[in-house]
């Protein structure tokens, strides 16, 4: 067998120097400038909840102080949601994958693209600004009035660092509906497209109609602090309540932004990892479409004590149990797929079980969550919190690791080492569960989220959950030093490590700058192994 | 160490129907949880890949199986729904007759006043077996009242009441939470609910309230604000006449039907040209900044203590 | 040497023949063009989420405090608002004047209606400016200054906040569109625009045509309604 080398040109050295990465137009080098900063936000963002959860050891809340945990947790949850969740996936994966997967030179508007990332950055420096300079403490959800008329931290260069940031998401989505309606290779039909493109789609319409309400709505919240416009404080004759309902009608519909593309890299695994085409394609094509569509009419579950009339929350349980659906389709059909395949117990495959299980399970407590009566005990409580990390965090971050893991020898061109790779995957999924779980029985118990301090008889789940914490802590670092490691002494990969079928498995590890040397013209569905068949155009 | 509880204490008739479908849903999660994770198991370990360009079947889809995982999946949720929603009505109607005591949260305490006059902060006393309906607002942001031992809560709004109501089913002494997050003292927003039995509870109303009652206040507080010039019991008002008011429906202006309830009175004090009573001028001048919370309280209860000369009007059926 | 070796890839150019303005990623300037239309339809879609949740929280408070704001809009300038919206809708039409001169590649024609164009936005901006400044001596402008009948005063204040914040959003929209037109003007000069390449004018035209599409809607719902009630 002959020692695979390393193809002598290729994107990463197309080109040298700190120009030619800041002023790319190359997709894929834009893909990395975001996997650099979206590594640094989520580590940023990873720390304060260490802080957190060392703070919640003792009931007492004796490690910092009131003022200084609100602001804790409050960054903790920006910088989560804003800066890593939503554009993890699509910025990075997204960017590198969508134009090779659909057999395009670039992206549509190669220049909006690099401005996309400043915009995105731009909105982290204030943001970043708005931490080092004190902090904000109003939570991430900046309810009112306590943002515009109460809270004396650092809200408005908050506000405007997400509102900026927010562009970056509306021009990527906007860049990937244009690239995949316009940019398809010959026959590469609609329902010849790999999963991840029809979740990336999906997605992408979230982008390009929620973002704008959350941008119109930090605007007023701006405003009102700035001015005292009284649009949501009671005292000059505003509403709180429609403050949330203007908030929520975007911050639903972007939990499907963070979880949507997770599917899609999921089914990817999937179909790798069992070497047979995803079950029930179009029924999970379909069903990222539904998710999108239906996830923008379930926002007032978020308000179901909040003062909405109980006609308005009939409504909304009702679309919410729907919206579960199409997930549940999805879970299936992934499951099934595994049924008589040839199936992997490689890395990417291992993060992709992790997901299917900790999804159901996330997903499941949403249904709890559906039923108002239910809801109305544990909401705002730590069942709540639990919920959306064992989506966030159990889902979306170990599909997004899988996703990395799985495409690192095509980004890269090098093999990591999977020994290692297998440990960090097994101690990420048991750091997980431990923080997480507890935190179920904590919510129905009774503690309330946000909260500094806690009465003494929840100590003892509080403690497994912050040992689970420091587990999980460690999960997430060893990565970062065997695929540091890999970039200069891994071995090569060639095109296809995995032998999978996709388009990009047809270009070389690195991929040339133009990502293929003739444009492909496909005449075969997604997923076909057979044995004898070579895809390559 | 002390305790470490893992299932709440179920102190109300409210909390056995909600931990009914807590269980419920908890069964429904083990089932498909293990289901799915057995299966990844399962398949994972018989199919394992033997060698390095091993396939596998080239198995497309099965639409009666789309069909199934669709349906079943949906009866469940209907299931739920239905049930759930049939709680949460029971949840969100208070009965006709309940003991009301009003709340008042504020950064970072809660106050609590009794009809009666006493007032309690961050503790609250209250009969076993009753049915008790606490009439909550806010004074600055939005708090929200949760007791966990009786799977109640609401967020308490600036500008608006909510009502909450329970019965406690067990005397004992409760977790009171504050549980909308309200800013630096947040965690410390808490008390708790003592829940005593009734003969106990009528020793400790009338061991307090030196004040009198709210109702009392309000009586005083109604000619301090020199609303009795204008609001006369007779019909020579310039306002209309409050006596037997509460409860009743009137016609507006903009020719708008209202309830005279606790939001209503809250407004016409605040707010009062914004629902003017037809054949009226709107004249009112406005009590903002001129009323605390506690005040309005207080108005309000003496408005609801006037009834109607038993000769003239039926009486008024709504507390 | 371009940073990326864009040049490398121009070979595909060579599949329609045409050069001039056809970009690395584009297979043909069809492609090109309709990626282009579509990108600013998605864009304009946005928009439209973006005033939509401006135009709800007035609807609500509308609805709400419609005494207060029936009086606060009375106070209103009924005729620089009418004047202005006559001025936008002839900018739309020298507008759309502009796009079919370029499609018959008179570049003469070209020029002059977008400065037209250009003149008609900046007398919009002027009238605006013009209104701003005398509501600010009026009292509208909320905050310290701001001087109501005290029947309606907090709820006319919301009034004004919310005519400033949409009229405020949408100038600043203008202003975004003369920037645009001025580029526009740039490449026509530079002969950048041709018969067979004028989609960036149809473009921007989609984007002047939005901004006076949002005016229409905030003309009536600020100025016009319960006027004469």
Request: aromatic share 16%; glycine share 10%.
């Amino acid at each position: 067998m002959p020692t695979v080398l390393l193809p002598p040109r290729h994107y990463l050295n197309n080109g040298y120097g700190i120009r030619s990465w800041l002023l790319t137009r190359d997709h894929k080098r834009i893909a990395l400038l975001y996997l650099a900063a979206v590594t640094f936000f989520f580590f940023v963002g990873g720390a304060f909840a260490v802080w957190i959860r060392l703070d919640l050891a003792t009931p007492a809340g004796d490690l910092v102080s009131d003022e200084t945990y609100n602001k804790l947790f409050t960054m903790h949850g920006v910088m989560m949601v804003f800066f890593f969740l939503i554009p993890a996936i699509p910025s990075v994966l997204g960017n590198f994958l969508v134009p090779i997967m659909i057999g395009a030179k670039d992206l549509a508007f190669p220049k909006l693209n690099l401005a996309s990332w400043y915009i995105y950055m731009l909105g982290g420096a204030f943001t970043l600004y708005a931490l080092v300079s004190g902090g904000v403490d109003t939570g991430w959800t900046f309810y009112t009035p306590f943002s515009t008329a109460s809270s004396t931290t650092n809200v408005i260069p908050t506000a405007l660092g997400i509102f900026i940031t927010g562009f970056s998401s509306i021009l990527t989505g906007l860049n990937f509906i244009v690239t995949i309606h316009r940019m398809r290779a010959p026959g590469m039909t609609w329902f010849r497209l790999p999963l991840f493109i029809w979740s990336t789609y999906a997605t992408s319409l979230i982008n390009v109609l929620g973002t704008p309400v959350i941008a119109i709505t930090i605007l007023l919240v701006a405003a009102e602090r700035l001015f005292q416009f009284g649009f949501f404080n009671p005292a000059l004759g505003g509403d709180p309540v429609l403050f949330q309902h203007l908030f929520w009608f975007y911050s639903h519909p972007a939990v499907y932004i963070m979880v949507l593309p997770a599917m899609g890299v999921v089914s990817e695994l999937v179909a790798a990892g069992c070497r047979k085409p995803v079950f029930g394609y179009s029924f999970v094509a379909f069903a990222s479409l539904a998710i999108a569509v239906l996830g923008f009419l379930v926002w007032g579950h978020h308000m179901f004590v909040a003062g909405e009339s109980v006609y308005s929350a009939l409504i909304f349980s009702i679309l919410s149990f729907m919206v579960a659906i199409p997930s549940a389709v999805k879970v299936f059909n992934w499951t099934a797929t595994m049924y008589r395949g040839a199936v992997s117990w490689e890395t990417p495959m291992l993060y992709a079980y992790g997901f299917i299980g900790l999804f159901t399970i996330g997903g499941l407590t949403g249904l709890f969550l559906a039923a108002i009566a239910v809801d109305v005990h544990v909401t705002d409580t730590y069942f709540i919190v639990a919920h959306f990390h064992y989506i966030m965090v159990g889902g979306t971050i170990m599909a997004y690791l899988g996703g990395v893991h799985y495409w690192w020898p095509k980004i890269s061109g090098r093999l990591y080492n999977e020994g290692l790779a297998k440990l960090s995957a097994g101690i990420i999924f048991i750091g997980f569960n431990l923080t997480f779980f507890p935190q179920f029985v904590l919510g129905y118990l009774g503690m309330p989220r946000r909260y500094h301090a806690y009465p003494e008889e929840f100590q003892v789940l509080n403690v497994l959950s912050s040992a689970g914490a420091s587990i999980l802590g460690v999960g997430y670092l060893i990565p970062m030093v065997y695929l540091m490691w890999s970039l200069r002494y891994g071995r090569a990969a060639g095109s296809n490590p995995w032998g999978a079928v996709g388009l990009e498995w047809t270009t070389t590890s690195p991929p040339p700058t133009e990502n293929f040397s003739q444009t492909p013209v496909v005449t075969w569905n997604a997923y076909e192994y057979s044995p004898k068949v070579d895809h390559v155009a | 160490m002390g305790t470490t509880p893992l299932f709440p204490v179920s102190a109300s008739t409210m909390a056995p129907r909600v931990d009914a479908l807590y269980f419920f849903l908890i069964g429904v999660t083990v089932f498909f949880s293990l289901l799915i994770a057995g299966l990844i198991v399962y398949y994972a370990v018989k199919y394992h890949r033997r060698s390095t360009d091993a396939v596998g079947e080239r198995i497309h889809g099965s639409l009666w199986l789309e069909v199934t995982w669709s349906v079943v999946p949906f009866l469940i949720t209907m299931v739920i729904f239905v049930w759930g929603a049939s709680v949460y009505f029971a949840i969100a109607s208070p009965p006709a007759e309940t003991l009301n005591i009003y709340v008042v949260g504020k950064q970072w305490m809660w106050k609590f006043q009794h009809l009666d006059g006493q007032r309690e902060i961050n503790e609250l006393h209250v009969p076993v077996g009753r049915n008790v309906k606490l009439i909550t607002t806010s004074e600055d942001v939005i708090h929200d009242l949760f007791v966990p031992a009786f799977r109640v809560k609401a967020d308490v709004i600036p500008g608006r009441y909510v009502n909450i109501w329970f019965n406690a089913t067990k005397p004992g002494r409760y977790h009171l939470f504050c549980a909308e997050y309200c800013g630096t003292r947040h965690s410390g927003m808490i008390g708790e609910v003592v829940v005593m039995e009734e003969t106990e509870y009528q020793d400790w109303l009338s061991g307090g309230g030196q004040e009198g009652s709210l109702a009392a206040a309000g009586e005083k507080l109604f000619a301090d604000l020199a609303c009795n010039t204008c609001h006369r019991p007779d019909s020579a008002g310039r306002g209309p006449v409050l006596t037997g008011l509460f409860g009743q429906t009137v016609t507006t202006q903009a020719g708008e039907m209202v309830v005279v309830d606790e939001a209503y009175v809250r407004e016409s004090i605040l707010n009062p040209s914004a629902k003017v009573t037809a054949g009226y001028q709107p004249i009112m001048p406005t009590f903002q900044g001129l009323v605390s919370e506690e005040g309005l309280l207080e108005l309000i209860e003496y408005v609801k203590s006037l009834q109607a000369q038993p000769q003239a009007q039926p009486l008024s059926d709504a507390r | 040497m371009s940073p990326d070796g864009a040049a490398q890839a121009s070979h595909i150019g060579e599949v329609s023949g045409h050069h001039s303005g056809l970009a690395h990623q584009f297979d043909s300037l069809a492609q090109q063009r309709e990626a282009a239309t579509l990108g600013m339809w998605c864009f304009l879609v946005t928009e439209v989420l973006f005033f939509g949740g401006l135009f709800l929280t007035y609807a609500l408070y509308r609805g709400w405090y419609s005494g207060a704001f029936t009086a606060a809009s009375r106070e209103l300038l009924i005729w620089p608002g009418t004047i202005n919206t006559v001025v936008l809708i002839t900018s739309s039409l020298t507008m759309a004047l502009a796009v079919h001169a370029a499609q018959t590649g008179d570049r003469r024609s070209l020029i002059l209606f977008l400065a037209v164009t250009m003149l008609l936005g900046s007398v919009f901006l002027g009238i605006k400016g013009f209104e701003y400044y005398e509501g600010f001596l009026e009292g509208h402008f909320p905050g310290p200054r701001f001087q109501f009948e005290a029947e309606h005063f907090r709820e006319a204040q919301i009034f004004f906040s919310l005519y400033y914040l949409m009229t405020g959003l949408h100038a600043i929209h203008m202003i975004i569109g003369l920037g645009v037109m001025a580029v526009m003007v740039w490449m026509s000069w530079r002969g950048t625009i041709t018969a067979e390449y004028y989609n960036p004018i149809e473009v921007s035209g989609l984007y002047w045509h939005f901004v006076d599409i949002v005016w229409i809607f905030l003309f009536p719902l600020l100025y016009l309604i319960g006027r004469h009630a």
